[in-house]
């Protein structure tokens, strides 16, 4: 019945031991997704998602003329230098973004600082004593 049911698949060339290793590894995605670490189905799925990319640009390189003499090997190379860039980007921005802050914050912690002398009460400045 599962030949049947499953045919446009291929079902009939597949062996026992293929059946049971991909009926193991659905078993074991489907009881991931029921358990407490079902966080790691993202961690799979965005593989899944980011090798697709690759093999979309890899795809679109070995269609270029210019690139097509590439072989297999070098156009996933480059097609994973291409799919890096904005991960690269991203770094270069939070880097940049963070030494900007990381100086706000210093002059911040300075001013701070300098507010308050040592030996001295710590008060709020609307603090009003109740004695004169």
Known sequence: ?????????GL???SNAALLGYGLLA??????????QRWLLIY???????????EGIQ???????MLAE?????SYVVAMGISWLPLVGWVLYRAL???????AVQQQRELEAARYIEHT??????YQPRFH
């Open 59 to 65: 795809s679109v390189i070995s269609s270029r003329p």
């Open 121 to 126: 009460p710590v008060y709020d400045d609307d």
């Open 44 to 54: 799979l799925f965005g593989g899944m998602a980011y090798w697709l990319a690759v």
């Open 97 to 103: 973004r963070y030494e900007d802050v990381s100086q």
């Open 12 to 14: 009939d060339t597949w």
């Open 27 to 36: 078993g074991l995605i489907v009881a991931l997704a029921f358990s407490s």
């Open 1 to 9: 019945m599962l030949m049947t049911i499953f045919s446009f698949i």
């Open 70 to 74: 590439l072989s297999e090997w070098h």
